[in-house]
T-cell receptor, first 114, second 113 residues
Framework: DAGITQSPRHKVTETGTPVTLRCHQT?????MYWYRQDPGHGLRLIHY???????DKGEVSDGYSVSRSKTEDFLLTLESATSSQTSVYFC?????????????FGEGSRLTVL | SQKIEQNSEALNIQEGKTATLTCNYT??????LQWYRQDPGRGPVFLLL?????KEKRKERLKVTFDTTLKQSLFHITASQPADSATYLC????????????FGQGTELSVKP
C-alpha cells in the first residue's frame, strides 16, 4: 500500500470553527491532491500541489486553503467551517501528473460540521 | 458544459457473468482515462489506465475499451465474483483541464452468488 496517512480520520466540529486536515506521505511523490466526496457529486478536486510551496486551485476551492512546506505533508484548512463542508475528504498522491499519473489515495477523513 | 457520466443505478449481476460498466463524457479532450475501485469506507484504488490512442487494455479479468469517437469507455469484469462488489469510478485526465483528474460519480456493482 502507498504510504499515505490522513489525520484525523473522523472529526465533528461546529460551524465557524477552523479545521485543519493533514495528509502525510512517505513515497516522496511530487504531486499531492485534496478531494472531497459527496453523494451525487462524486470526487471533486479542492486544491493540489505540484511541489513544495507550489499549489493551485481545483474546481471547489472556495472556503479552503492549503499549504505544503515539506514534500511529505499537505495540509487542508477550513478557516471557518460551514455545514456545506460536511463531507469525506481524500488526500491523493501521484508520482507524475497527467500522462504518467495514477493516483494513490488515503483512507479519507470524515468531517461533520454541526 | 463538460460532463463525465456513469450509470448512477447500481448494477446487479449473477456470479460468473460479465459485468459491463459505462463511462461517457462530453466536451473533454482526454489524453487518457483511468478506472478505480472503491470499497465502502475506503479510498479509491487504481485499476487500469488507457490512453487515447489505445482501443483496449486488459489486466487479468478486467478489460477496458476507449472510443474517442463515441466519447465512451467500457469497463468489463469477466467471470465476476462476489468479491468484485464495489463502486467503480472512471476518471479523465484531459488536456484542457491542465492535466488534473476529473472523476465520474461511480457505479455500484453488486455480484450475487
Amino acid at each position: 500500500d502507498a504510504g499515505i496517512t490522513q489525520s484525523p480520520r473522523h472529526k465533528v466540529t461546529e460551524t465557524g470553527t477552523p479545521v485543519t486536515l493533514r495528509c502525510h506521505q512517505t513515497e516522496n511523490h511530487r504531486y499531492m491532491y485534496w478531494y472531497r466526496q459527496d453523494p451525487g457529486h462524486g470526487l471533486r478536486l479542492i486544491h493540489y500541489s505540484y511541489g513544495v510551496k507550489d499549489t493551485d486551485k481545483g474546481e471547489v476551492s472556495d472556503g479552503y486553503s492549503v499549504s505544503r512546506s515539506k514534500t511529505e505533508d499537505f495540509l487542508l484548512t477550513l478557516e471557518s467551517a460551514t455545514s456545506s463542508q460536511t463531507s469525506v475528504y481524500f488526500c491523493a498522491i501521484s508520482e507524475g501528473q497527467g500522462h504518467t499519473g495514477e493516483l494513490f489515495f488515503g483512507e479519507g477523513s470524515r468531517l461533520t460540521v454541526l | 458544459s463538460q460532463k463525465i457520466e456513469q450509470n448512477s443505478e447500481a448494477l446487479n449481476i449473477q456470479e460468473g457473468k460479465t459485468a459491463t460498466l459505462t463511462c461517457n463524457y462530453t466536451n473533454y479532450s482526454p489524453a487518457y482515462l483511468q478506472w478505480y475501485r472503491q470499497d465502502p469506507g475506503r479510498g479509491p484504488v487504481f485499476l487500469l489506465l488507457i490512453r487515447e490512442n489505445e482501443k483496449e487494455k486488459r489486466k487479468e479479468r478486467l478489460k477496458v475499451t476507449f472510443d474517442t469517437t463515441l466519447k465512451q469507455s467500457l469497463f468489463h469484469i469477466t467471470a465476476s465474483q462476489p468479491a468484485d462488489s464495489a463502486t467503480y469510478l472512471c476518471a479523465l485526465d484531459s488536456y484542457n483541464q491542465g492535466g488534473k483528474l476529473i472523476f465520474g460519480q461511480g457505479t455500484e456493482l453488486s455480484v450475487k452468488p
